[in-house]
């Protein structure tokens, strides 16, 4: 079975993305021959800064390493590193329809309201259907926000297999059901993010101790008192509740229970120690890893290598099915 997922680098990585995403990388690269994909092509499509977009590449990858993706048992690599992912983009364009671009709710909202809209943003779910559909890949380990993606990607590769007849698998979107939708700690009817989120709301798997304790205290709950996992007439304290049973490894039931007749100031303070001690020795490894920045590379020219071959093939079918010349 082929797993095939990807994150972008610019943005610092919150518990969203660990309890959401990466705990689910880590568990699938067992379950099947799994491609994790840091998408730096990705995160040109909104304002950002060079510099930025180069360090936190390697901060992403060693974070990857250190939230436990093995070399060994998975391959990890640049986007950019593989070329098919951009000529993949281009030829899926042909089989993607303008519409159905425009009413993409991540094009929509990152795109309200600013001066400059690129049309990187508005191609954006083409590069990752071709990510995706590349691979040959079996199932996309995601959260809930990258559903509607996933839904054109299949679109996608329907349409061109229609057309050009069976080239592609069509993937399926495996999303975790603990956690698939982290909400911000400060405003629980959104979900947690760095770029739409409050900072106080967000906490990143690389917070200080103290910062995520003083995270969780002040999270916003409602006037109730009643401990209980209702996440749409009690955003605020189910999300506490789905963070507090994926980082104690407890099904929901229970510690609801566990907190049944306590109060919110006890779920918070536990929750802040239950998430410090999740991250602690990640912060740790992640420390070691992220100083020797040349075995990173090492590793990720590895990972390119794989990804390399193991993407060329679809593409020359691509190419072929599509008309073109080979040289
Ligand atoms: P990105 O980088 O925004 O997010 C990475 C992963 O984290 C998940 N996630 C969350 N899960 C739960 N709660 C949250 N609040 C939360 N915020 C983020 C995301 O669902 C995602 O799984 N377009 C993608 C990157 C991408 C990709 C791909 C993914 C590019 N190509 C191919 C899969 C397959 C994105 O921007 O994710």
Same mark, same amino acid.
């Given at each position: 079975?082929?797993?095939?997922?990807?994150?972008? =680098?610019?943005?610092?990585?919150?518990?969203?993305?660990?309890?959401?995403?990466?705990?689910?990388?880590?568990?699938?690269?067992?379950?099947?021959?799994?491609?994790?994909?840091?998408?730096?092509?990705?995160?040109?499509?909104?304002?950002?800064?060079?510099?930025?977009?180069?360090?936190?590449?390697?901060?992403?990858?060693?974070?990857?390493?250190?939230?436990?993706?093995?070399?060994?048992?998975?391959?990890?690599?640049?986007?950019?590193?593989?070329?098919?992912?951009?000529?993949?983009?281009?030829?899926?364009?042909?089989?993607?329809?303008?519409?159905?671009?425009?009413?993409?709710?991540?094009?929509?909202?990152?795109? #309200?309201?600013?001066?400059?809209?690129?049309?990187?943003?508005?191609?954006?779910?083409?590069?990752?259907?071709?990510?995706?559909?590349?691979?040959?890949?079996?199932?996309?380990?995601?959260?809930?926000?990258?559903?509607?993606?996933?839904?054109?990607?299949?679109?996608?590769?329907?349409?061109?297999?229609?057309?050009?007849?069976?080239?592609?698998?069509?993937?399926?979107?495996?999303?975790?059901?603990?956690?698939?939708?982290?909400?911000?700690?400060?405003?629980?009817?959104?979900?947690?993010?760095?770029?739409? +989120?409050?900072?106080? +709301?967000?906490?990143?798997?690389?917070?200080?101790?103290?910062?995520?304790?003083?995270?969780?205290?002040?999270?916003?709950?409602?006037?109730? @008192?009643?401990?209980?996992?209702?996440?749409?007439?009690?955003?605020?304290?189910?999300?506490?509740?789905?963070?507090?049973?994926?980082?104690?490894?407890? =099904?929901? =039931?229970?510690?609801?229970? $566990?907190?049944?007749?306590?109060?919110?100031?006890?779920?918070?303070?536990?929750?802040? #120690?239950?998430?410090?001690?999740?991250? $602690?020795?990640?912060?740790?490894?992640?420390?070691?890893? @992220?100083?020797?920045?040349?075995?990173?590379?090492?590793?990720?020219?590895?990972?390119?290598?794989?990804?390399?071959?193991?993407? $060329?093939?679809?593409? #020359?079918?691509?190419?072929?099915?599509?008309?073109?010349?080979? =040289?």
């Amino acid at each position: 079975m082929r797993v095939f997922s990807g994150i972008q =680098p610019t943005g610092a990585k919150h518990i969203g993305n660990y309890i959401g995403a990466m705990r689910q990388y880590v568990t699938t690269q067992d379950e099947g021959d799994a491609f994790f994909c840091i998408v730096d092509l990705h995160s040109i499509t909104v304002d950002y800064d060079p510099r930025d977009l180069h360090d936190r590449t390697l901060d992403l990858a060693a974070l990857l390493y250190a939230v436990g993706l093995d070399p060994d048992r998975c391959t990890l690599f640049l986007q950019s590193h593989v070329t098919a992912h951009a000529e993949a983009a281009w030829l899926l364009s042909a089989v993607t329809g303008f519409g159905q671009l425009g009413r993409m709710t991540q094009f929509k909202e990152k795109g #309200e309201g600013k001066e400059f809209v690129s049309a990187g943003l508005f191609t954006y779910p083409v590069l990752m259907a071709g990510d995706i559909l590349l691979y040959e890949t079996d199932i996309v380990p995601i959260g809930d926000d990258q559903r509607q993606h996933l839904e054109i990607a299949r679109d996608i590769g329907q349409r061109f297999n229609a057309r050009y007849g069976e080239t592609f698998k069509i993937p399926r979107g495996v999303y975790p059901t603990v956690g698939a939708r982290i909400m911000d700690l400060q405003e629980p009817s959104n979900k947690m993010s760095t770029t739409g +989120g409050t900072t106080q +709301g967000t906490v990143l798997v690389l917070d200080e101790p103290d910062v995520i304790r003083k995270k969780f205290k002040t999270a916003v709950t409602d006037s109730e @008192r009643e401990i209980r996992y209702a996440p749409d007439e009690k955003p605020g304290v189910s999300n506490l509740i789905e963070i507090m049973s994926v980082a104690a490894g407890r =099904p929901i =039931p229970d510690v609801e229970q $566990a907190y049944a007749g306590k109060g919110y100031g006890d779920l918070k303070g536990d929750v802040g #120690e239950a998430v410090v001690d999740l991250f $602690a020795p990640m912060q740790a490894r992640y420390k070691e890893l @992220r100083a020797d920045e040349g075995e990173l590379r090492r590793l990720l020219r590895v990972g390119a290598e794989k990804a390399r071959q193991t993407s $060329a093939p679809t593409l #020359e079918q691509m190419y072929e099915r599509m008309g073109f010349v080979r =040289p």
